[in-house]
T-cell receptor, first 110, second 114 residues
Framework: ELKVEQNPLFLSMQEGKNYTIYCNYS?????LYWYRQDPGKSLESLFV?????AVKQEGRLMASLDTKARLSTLHITAAVHDLSATYFC??????????FGKGTTLSVSS | NAGVTQTPKFQVLKTGQSMTLQCAQD?????MYWYRQDPGMGLRLIYY???????DKGEVPNGYNVSRLNKREFSLRLESAAPSQTSVYFC?????????????FGDGTRLSIL
């Protein structure tokens, strides 16, 4: 059974600081997705990581995938308030559906 | 371009009542999914449909039924609602299960069962 763990679950950051969110998963998969969710809203796709060593960057966010370690990271550079949201990683389960982590709620304050 | 449309957006039910949540996508996707989101639990898969004419159980299917009406529409039915089914329900779609594209999500249905 595929399990996905994110940490930390809550993260309070100051503007301008850097931090990393970790996503570990329990069984082999070569597809991992990162989503963002604002309070009361739907999920927005951020990154699709499809192979070992994949790295994607968009603005202040950078995601990477290490399939051998079963680990993905979402790195935040010089955080700004607009990045405050909940971030989910999700791992493909044999092409049938996604298994989501519990989410990391990020709060960025000045 | 509407993407994934869910109706209704909000609903309050009494225990034992039944209702159907509707989902439609206009992206010509083959695969569709129903998730529920509870505080601190992430999203959990209820049912999915890999293609028109097929449906399969996900992680938490008890108390729910689904119908893939056609390629565009995938409905979720609660036959006898229970307070434990109070949740936010999201429908999603993707080109296929093995697609390199992400799943696209609707805006959600916020369901309260008293």
């Amino acid at each position: 059974e595929l399990k996905v763990e994110q940490n930390p679950l809550f993260l309070s950051m100051q503007e301008g600081k850097n931090y990393t969110i970790y996503c570990n998963y329990s069984t082999t998969s070569d597809r991992l997705y990162w989503y963002r969710q604002d309070p009361g809203k739907s999920l927005e796709s951020l990154f699709v990581l499809l192979s070992n060593g994949a790295v994607k960057q968009e603005g202040r966010l950078m995601a990477s995938l290490d399939t051998k370690a079963r680990l993905s990271t979402l790195h935040i550079t010089a955080a700004v308030h607009d990045l405050s949201a909940t971030y989910f990683c999700a791992v493909d389960q044999a092409g049938t559906a996604l298994i989501f982590g519990k989410g990391t709620t990020l709060s960025v304050s000045s | 371009n509407a993407g994934v449309t869910q109706t209704p957006k909000f609903q309050v039910l009494k225990t034992g009542q039944s209702m159907t949540l509707q989902c439609a996508q206009d992206m010509n996707h083959n695969s569709m999914y129903w998730y529920r989101q509870d505080p601190g639990m992430g999203l959990r898969l209820i049912y999915y449909s890999a293609s028109e004419g097929t449906t399969d159980k996900g992680e938490v299917p008890n108390g729910y039924n689904v119908s893939r009406l056609n390629k565009r529409e995938f409905s979720l039915r609660l036959e006898s609602a229970a307070p434990s089914q109070t949740s936010v329900y999201f429908c999603a779609s993707s080109l296929t299960g093995y697609s390199n594209q992400p799943q696209h999500f609707g805006d959600g249905t916020r369901l309260s069962i008293l």
